[in-house]
C-alpha cells in the first residue's frame, strides 16, 4: 500500500491558467471551469515590460466576462513581469496553485505556445499540469494510465488516486506486457501494486494488457485510449528533461500532444540515478 505519501483530503483546488490572449489558451480557461473540484481560478499573464501591466489586466478581465463563472467559484487576474516558462513555478507555489491548466496547438503548439518552451513549464514546475487542445472535452469518466516496468511509474499512483476521486471517475488500467522476463516481471509487479492500491482506495478499474515498448509506446497508448473511450491520459514527465529531447520527439510529448486531442494529465516525477540499478530513483528534492 501507499507509504509516506500525502493524498489531498480537500475536494476543492486552486488552478493556476496561464493565457497568452489567444483562442486556444482561453480553451484552458474553459476546461478549468468545466472542473467539479475547482472553487478558485487564477488567469496568469506574463508581461516583458511592466509598462504593459495595466493592458494586460484589463485583457485578463475580458476574458473572464466572455464566460459565466459559476457562483460558488471565483476567478482572480494576476499579471507579473518576468518570463513565463522562468517565473510560473515559483509563481504556482507563491498563489499555492494545486493544479496548471493549460491549452497548447499539439506539437506545433508545443513549439509555440508562449515562445518555445511549453514542455519547459511543465518539467520546471512541481505542481501537476493538466494540458489540453482545441478540441471540446467530455466529462471526465474514465483516466487511461499507463503501467509500464520502470520503478518510476509508481509515482504517479498518488496523483492518480487523488484525481480519480475528484473526477468520480474509473481507472483504465493499461499493463505493458513484454517479451523480455525481467520487463515482464517488473511491469507484473507494478500493476499488481496498482491494483492493491486502487481496490484499497475503492476506484473502480479495467485491467487492459497490451504488448509495447518504450518505443512504441504512444501508438498503443492512443490506439487504446480511443478505444475505451477514456476522457484523459495520465503521463510522467521527468523534471528538468532538456526542451531540445522533447522537440526531437519522445513519447512524452507524442502523448501531450496526442492525435486525438485528449487532456493530458502531467505528473512530475523524480530521474533514475546514473549509478547502480537503472531501476532505482535518486533522492532528489
Same mark, same amino acid.
Given at each position: 500500500?501507499?507509504?509516506?505519501?500525502?493524498?489531498?483530503?480537500?475536494?476543492?483546488?486552486?488552478?493556476?491558467?496561464?493565457? /497568452?490572449?489567444?483562442?486556444?489558451?482561453?480553451?484552458?480557461?474553459?476546461?478549468?471551469?468545466?472542473?467539479? $473540484?475547482?472553487?478558485?481560478?487564477?488567469?496568469?499573464?506574463?508581461?516583458?515590460?511592466?509598462?504593459?501591466?495595466?493592458?494586460?489586466?484589463?485583457?485578463?478581465?475580458?476574458?473572464?466576462?466572455?464566460?459565466?463563472?459559476?457562483?460558488?467559484?471565483?476567478?482572480?487576474?494576476?499579471?507579473?513581469?518576468?518570463?513565463? $516558462?522562468?517565473?510560473?513555478?515559483?509563481?504556482?507555489?507563491?498563489?499555492?496553485? /494545486?493544479?496548471?491548466?493549460?491549452?497548447?496547438? =499539439?506539437?506545433? =503548439?508545443?513549439?509555440? $505556445?508562449?515562445?518555445?518552451?511549453?514542455?519547459?513549464?511543465?518539467?520546471?514546475?512541481?505542481?501537476?499540469?493538466?494540458?489540453?487542445?482545441?478540441?471540446?472535452?467530455?466529462?471526465?469518466?474514465?483516466?487511461?494510465?499507463?503501467?509500464?516496468?520502470?520503478?518510476?511509474?509508481?509515482?504517479?499512483?498518488?496523483?492518480?488516486?487523488?484525481?480519480?476521486?475528484?473526477?468520480?471517475?474509473?481507472?483504465?488500467?493499461?499493463?505493458?506486457?513484454?517479451?523480455?522476463?525481467?520487463?515482464?516481471?517488473?511491469? +507484473?509487479?507494478?500493476?499488481?501494486?496498482?491494483?492493491?492500491?486502487?481496490?484499497?482506495?475503492?476506484?473502480?478499474?479495467?485491467?487492459?494488457?497490451?504488448?509495447?515498448?518504450?518505443?512504441?509506446?504512444?501508438?498503443?497508448?492512443?490506439?487504446?485510449?480511443?478505444?475505451?473511450?477514456?476522457?484523459?491520459?495520465?503521463?510522467?514527465?521527468?523534471?528538468?528533461?532538456?526542451?531540445? +529531447?522533447?522537440?526531437?520527439?519522445?513519447?512524452?510529448?507524442?502523448?501531450?500532444?496526442?492525435?486525438?486531442?485528449?487532456?493530458?494529465?502531467?505528473?512530475?516525477?523524480?530521474? $533514475?540515478?546514473?549509478?547502480? /540499478?537503472?531501476?532505482?530513483?535518486?533522492?532528489?528534492?
Amino acid at each position: 500500500m501507499l507509504r509516506n505519501v500525502i493524498i489531498l483530503n480537500n475536494m476543492y483546488m486552486k488552478i493556476l491558467v496561464p493565457v /497568452d490572449f489567444t483562442d486556444i489558451t482561453e480553451k484552458g480557461f474553459k476546461y478549468a471551469l468545466s472542473l467539479p $473540484f475547482a472553487n478558485e481560478i487564477i488567469l496568469f499573464h506574463a508581461v516583458d515590460d511592466i509598462t504593459k501591466s495595466k493592458e494586460a489586466q484589463q485583457q485578463l478581465s475580458n476574458i473572464t466576462n466572455k464566460y459565466s463563472v459559476p457562483a460558488h467559484l471565483t476567478v482572480q487576474q494576476k499579471v507579473k513581469q518576468g518570463n513565463l $516558462f522562468e517565473i510560473l513555478g515559483d509563481f504556482s507555489k507563491e498563489v499555492s496553485a /494545486d493544479l496548471i491548466v493549460m491549452a497548447t496547438h =499539439g506539437i506545433k =503548439g508545443l513549439q509555440h $505556445f508562449l515562445g518555445s518552451h511549453a514542455m519547459k513549464l511543465i518539467t520546471h514546475s512541481k505542481t501537476p499540469f493538466i494540458v489540453v487542445q482545441q478540441k471540446d472535452f467530455s466529462p471526465l469518466k474514465k483516466m487511461l494510465v499507463p503501467v509500464d516496468f520502470t520503478k518510476e511509474v509508481k509515482q504517479e499512483l498518488p496523483a492518480v488516486i487523488q484525481f480519480a476521486k475528484l473526477f468520480k471517475a474509473s481507472v483504465l488500467l493499461l499493463k505493458q506486457n513484454n517479451h523480455d522476463p525481467y520487463i515482464q516481471k517488473r511491469s +507484473d509487479l507494478n500493476t499488481v501494486y496498482f491494483e492493491d492500491n486502487l481496490n484499497n482506495a475503492e476506484i473502480k478499474y479495467l485491467l487492459i494488457e497490451q504488448t509495447f515498448s518504450l518505443d512504441d509506446k504512444y501508438e498503443v497508448i492512443a490506439k487504446q485510449a480511443a478505444a475505451h473511450n477514456a476522457d484523459i491520459i495520465v503521463t510522467a514527465i521527468e523534471p528538468d528533461l532538456n526542451v531540445a +529531447d522533447y522537440v526531437i520527439g519522445v513519447e512524452e510529448q507524442k502523448i501531450v500532444a496526442n492525435d486525438l486531442q485528449l487532456p493530458v494529465l502531467c505528473v512530475n516525477i523524480k530521474h $533514475f540515478t546514473i549509478a547502480g /540499478d537503472q531501476f532505482s530513483v535518486s533522492v532528489q528534492q
